[in-house]
């Protein structure tokens, strides 16, 4: 399995506060991504990025924000947090792209009362 | 319509059959197809990829692709109590916008009873 740890993986706070998710990788993939997982909708894509200071929006990325300074970090920014973002959120790499494998992280389970 | 439409589930399968699982895909420009398998509390693991039409078996485990109908299935054979978890197919978009990344499915629960 690829090296990919996330912090902190359990997270609870309150409305309008900011909110930082680290993923880490030690697999030097070039693309990471971060998704969020919830009841009924599966995973969904909220940012990727595929290289070093190099970044893309997914599908559901209002609210959010990502930041890549070095191959091995991508860190997630929930600027002001709602409740609406209560979720789990899974980091994943991968080598390259198209068609290869995406390794997940362990998620990060957060809670914004 | 949702882009990747698995099976509703929940499915319930008896120890030793064969458990089926459907997905189709909107994106006819679709070229990667994976199976994840999710254990509850637990993150996605990659158990299948398939890239051409046909049949791609690895164990107990057969992927089917059909591009022209749009269609990718997984098959467990000889099911197992600990093949119990939820399944997630996923398409990797090839095109313009969605080149490079993977749309899920909302996930089949499957649970394989003694």
């Known amino acids: 399995d690829a090296g990919i740890t996330q912090s902190p993986r359990h997270k609870v706070t309150e409305t309008g506060t900011p909110v930082t998710l680290r993923c880490h990788q030690t697999?030097?993939?070039?693309?990471m991504y971060w998704y969020r997982q919830d009841p009924g909708h599966g995973l969904r894509l909220i940012h990727y990025?595929?290289?070093?200071?190099?970044?893309d929006k997914g599908e559901v990325s209002d609210g959010y924000s990502v930041s890549r300074s070095k191959t091995e970090d991508f860190l997630l920014t929930l600027e002001s947090a709602t409740s609406s973002q209560t979720s789990v959120y899974f980091c994943?790499?991968?080598?390259?792209?198209?068609?290869?494998?995406?390794?997940f992280g362990p998620g990060t389970r957060l809670t914004v009362l | 319509q949702k882009e990747v439409e698995q099976n509703s589930g929940p499915l319930s399968v008896p120890e030793g059959a064969i458990a089926s699982l459907n997905c189709t895909y909107s994106?006819?420009?679709?070229?990667?197809f994976f199976w994840y398998r999710q254990y509850s509390g637990k993150s996605p693991e990659l158990i299948m990829s398939?890239?051409?039409?046909g049949d791609k078996e690895d164990g107990r485990f057969t992927a089917q692709l059909n591009k022209a109908s749009q269609y990718v299935s997984l098959l467990i054979r000889d099911s197992q109590p600990s093949d119990s978890a939820t399944y997630l197919c996923?398409?990797?978009?090839?095109?313009?916008?969605?080149?490079?990344?993977?749309?899920f499915g909302q996930g089949t629960i499957l649970t394989v009873h003694p």
């Open positions: 994943a790499s991968s080598r390259d792209i198209p068609g290869d494998t995406q390794y």
């Open positions: 697999e030097n993939h070039r693309y």
């Open positions: 398939i890239y051409s039409n």
């Open positions: 990025s595929y290289g070093v200071k190099d970044t």
């Open positions: 994106d006819r420009g679709s070229q990667s």
């Open positions: 996923a398409i990797q978009g090839f095109g313009g916008t969605s080149y490079g990344k993977l749309t």
